[in-house]
């Protein structure tokens, strides 16, 4: 059947019709999608792990009972996940498995560019680029037989663009794969020095098959339209290359590790002058020149995400028609909900001066004006230990030293920060966001919010039990949106000596979608004095006289404003669209 797929949606169609049986990841864009729709589709246990690491074991784990098996995540995540992937290499696999990486290049939601196929030489795992939708459902498929033929993990390498556009896909019926009983092997899983050199030597035949599969790889295509200049590309580069430069050949490049050397000299050979285009890092282009093949600079950025205008612009060819953008809008900066809880502990932490070590998390919005709150963000868990580093380089003279982490990051990668703290006597205050669910990449459950990912009910781990469980005897649990009193037990916490956790409770306005009857400023009351507009709600903004005006169809009554007004100016209101008439 003829359907019209995303990217996301194509791999998990792909991988159900391959007959996977397990598929275990952590959400982050654009991966998300992958197995929020997997999991929609019978005959296959989908889970969301607390981090990419623990998603890819269950995954190897699937493998090594026989069942195929994948494992879905964002580039940085694999950095979680590398040290299971970089053994995975030596042992190879049971079932088919493969790991699904979405690369951001421009960094639409993500704290860096990563190019993930860098890790396939580097980890020796073969790595897979589909260039649409289509090729993405059919190369999953093959994913999983050629993981299984070679006896390797396999890498299905996405980008943001195939992630989130859509194309026309065949879809197809599922394949009933039976999974074999499953047979003691510990010179293949167990890896000590002794069986894990056998298996290193093993890689290199491995690889050698790996090498002679991509000579003849179904998915990289030679597409001759001249002798005059050819490109060669890979991902969904492809495309962007055949709208550009419409009369060039080209070689698209279906397995970018490893590279086939014998097709990429013939088709070298087959034309006068030979480019590389490629999206973020050099490495077709160096990899090619490392063969003894000439290929001709151009000036293609090595960063941020390609489009067909790009590189048309970067060969001299006329500019293809494009919508231009509108001009003259008012700028509208990323910021927290009407009504998100994590505001007022912003609010608090402004107000304390403190120095706060951030995460990775919707939180991290807590950095811009007017709250300016965060003076880092590293990587998933990094807040806590770096708010440990911090003091015990000395700190910052007089300021509080706070950490501040989401319930999901706390779960994925926090927990080891917290008990390094306590093992080594540390003196900083961790304030865990308990939204009650993972909101930045789209509400998914997380281990303490009572939901899998198939929606059903699981165990609702306490956070306070486990901070405790962890040694830490100073525990507060406060209601973010009661103002005064959270930031009353962060000064008391930071005062305290020794680690201090504030477990800052209220659930994400976006997921309740309770919303009580709307405040409006009293004009003849408010005094202009920019209180309520510190508080970064973008239900107020500043009207007539540079009073304060809060937009009634935005603002859900979460009463943080009325909390910070001295003046008694903003009134509760019945919902009203005509703004002007209620402020």
């Known amino acids: 059947m003829l359907t019209l797929l995303s990217g996301n949606e194509a791999i998990a169609q792909g991988a159900w019709e391959a007959g996977v049986a397990v598929a275990s990841g952590y959400p982050g864009t654009p991966s998300t999608e992958v197995l929020e729709n997997l999991v929609k589709k019978p005959g296959v246990a989908c889970q969301w792990a607390p981090n990419e690491k623990v998603g890819l074991e269950v995954a190897v784990g699937a493998s090594l009972a026989g069942a195929r098996a994948m494992s879905t995540m964002k580039h940085v995540g694999l950095n979680v996940a590398a040290d299971a992937l970089m053994t995975l290499a030596y042992t190879g696999v049971g079932g088919g498995l493969v790991v699904v990486v979405a690369d951001d290049p421009g960094m639409h939601s993500s704290q860096n560019e990563q190019d993930s196929r860098r890790w396939g030489p580097f980890g020796k795992i073969v790595v897979l680029e589909p260039s649409d939708s289509a090729e993405a459902l059919a190369m999953t498929r093959e994913a999983f037989s050629l993981s299984e033929r070679l006896d390797m993990p396999v890498i299905l390498r996405t980008t943001t663009r195939l992630s989130h556009s859509k194309g026309l896909v065949e879809t197809g019926e599922r394949s009933d794969i039976e999974r074999g009983a499953y047979r003691t092997a510990r010179a293949k899983w167990v890896m000590m020095p002794g069986a894990a050199r056998g298996r290193r030597a093993d890689l290199e035949r491995r690889l050698a098959a790996a090498r002679a599969e991509s000579e003849t790889f179904p998915f990289t295509t030679t597409e001759m339209r001249g002798a005059e200049m050819g490109v060669i590309t890979s991902g969904v580069t492809y495309q962007h290359v055949r709208e550009a430069l419409p009369e060039v050949s080209t070689l698209k490049l279906g397995m970018t590790f490893p590279l086939p050397a014998e097709r990429i000299r013939e088709f070298a050979a087959s034309v006068g002058r030979l480019f590389v285009i490629e999206e973020l890092d050099p490495y077709i282009a160096d990899a090619v020149r490392a063969l003894g093949i000439a290929v001709e600079t151009t000036t293609v950025p090595v960063m941020g995400e390609l489009s067909p205008s790009v590189i048309a612009e970067a060969f001299g060819v006329p500019p293809l028609p494009v919508r231009e953008p509108m001009t003259g809008l008012p700028a509208r900066p990323p910021m927290l909900c009407p009504g998100c809880p994590h505001r007022g502990v912003f609010r608090a932490l402004r107000d304390m001066d403190a120095v706060v070590t951030g995460d990775i998390g919707c939180y991290t919005l807590g950095a811009l004006p007017p709250l300016g709150a965060m003076d880092s963000c590293v990587c998933m868990g990094a807040s806590i230990g770096m708010a440990h580093g911090f003091g015990t380089a000395g700190g910052a003279g007089e300021r509080p030293v706070v950490a501040v982490i989401g319930d999901s990051t706390f779960a994925h990668s926090g927990l080891t920060g917290l008990l390094n703290s306590v093992y080594n006597g540390g003196d900083e205050t961790i304030v865990i966001l308990d939204n009650r669910i993972t909101a930045m990449t789209g509400h998914q459950d997380n281990p303490f919010t009572g939901r899998t990912l198939s929606g059903t009910a699981a165990p609702e781990v306490d956070i306070e039990a486990v901070v405790r469980a962890l040694g830490v005897t100073d525990v507060r ?71 304060a005006t809060i937009d009634t169809d935005l603002c859900i009554g979460c009463r943080q404003c009325v909390q910070v007004c001295s003046y008694g100016a903003i009134k509760r209101i019945g919902r009203t669209c005509d703004v002007g008439s209620a402020s």
């Open 477 to 547: 649990i406060v209601d973010p949106n009661l103002l005064r009193p959270t930031e009353k037990a962060i000064r008391e916490a930071t005062a305290a000596p020794g680690v201090s956790v504030v477990i800052a409770q209220a659930p994400c306005v976006l997921v309740t979608r309770e919303r009580n009857e709307p405040f409006a400023v009293v004009p003849e009351t408010c005094t202009a004095c920019g209180t309520c507009i510190r508080l970064g709600c973008p239900a107020i903004s500043r009207g007539a006289n540079s009073r």
